[in-house]
């Protein structure tokens, strides 16, 4: 029986605790949220409960899709338990639809669909704000191999492709996305979350927002939205 142990980090989103198995982490989703940086900082009631539940149905997807990832079961309404991951410190970006920073930076009209899926890679670090960052970059710091970098890429457009796929599913946009990768065992795995945290995801009638930019533009009804997510990805909607 896996028991849980002591917190071996907290983060923005997350606690992270180790358990009596080294091989496995136990991750609790809080209700925290932070945009622009951790330049605004507020909570979303409930939040921790729908990332948790759409993070474990969407890896547990993937899986069956044969996209391996650290998911190993759900512990709960916030918990689940996780291969420990050896974190490569990249984010990668998923851009099937300009928005965001994509729009502000290349002057693209928010809405655009793109005429090919862009990847883009930024350096996790909150001391430097995350900055992006290109493979000559990631091969200069050793923060990967190319080998690593190869596979990153292909499984980050296979995941964008599923994803999609799932999303239109519950009549969901998939307009960008959030991907962290990480080393188990000599294995290059999908880890972190999958959620309307690290998804922006628009209704596909109405191009209603219905991802963590709710909270960053201030437009309400937050909790709402990520509930709606994990009702109409369970098939409620």
């Known amino acids: 029986m896996v ?11 997350k606690k992270i605790n180790g358990t009596n198995d080294p091989g496995l982490y136990w991750v609790e989703y809080k209700d925290d949220a932070t945009a622009f940086n951790n330049l605004k900082k507020g909570t979303i009631a409930g939040k921790g409960y729908y990332n948790n539940q759409i993070s474990a149905l969407l890896f547990s997807y993937l899986k069956e899709q044969s996209i391996p990832n650290h998911f190993v079961k759900l512990l709960g309404d916030r918990e689940m338990l996780v291969q420990a991951l050896e974190i490569i410190p990249l984010e ?32 996790k670090s909150d001391e430097l704000g995350d900055p992006m960052i290109n493979e000559d970059h990631i091969a200069a710091l ?55 945290d690290t998804c922006r995801l628009w209704d596909k009638d109405t191009r209603k927002k219905l991802d963590k930019d709710r909270f960053r533009q201030d437009l309400g009804q937050v909790e709402e939205a990520y509930a709606e997510v994990l009702a109409r990805l369970r098939g409620g909607n």
């Open 3 to 13: 028991t849980k142990q002591e917190q071996l980090y907290e983060g923005k989103a």
């Open 92 to 123: 990668v970006i998923v851009r099937n639809i300009a928005a965001g920073s994509l729009s502000k930076r290349l002057g693209i009209p928010e809405g655009t669909t793109l005429k090919k899926t862009v990847l883009e890679f930024c350096y």
């Open 142 to 196: 050793e923060l990967a191999t190319p080998q690593e970098i190869a596979l990153i890429k292909e499984q980050a457009y296979q995941i964008s492709e599923k994803l999609s796929a799932r999303y239109l599913e519950a009549n969901l946009i998939l307009v960008d996305f959030k991907l962290e990768f990480g080393r188990y065992q000599g294995q290059v795995l999908l880890g972190d979350e999958i959620s309307p």
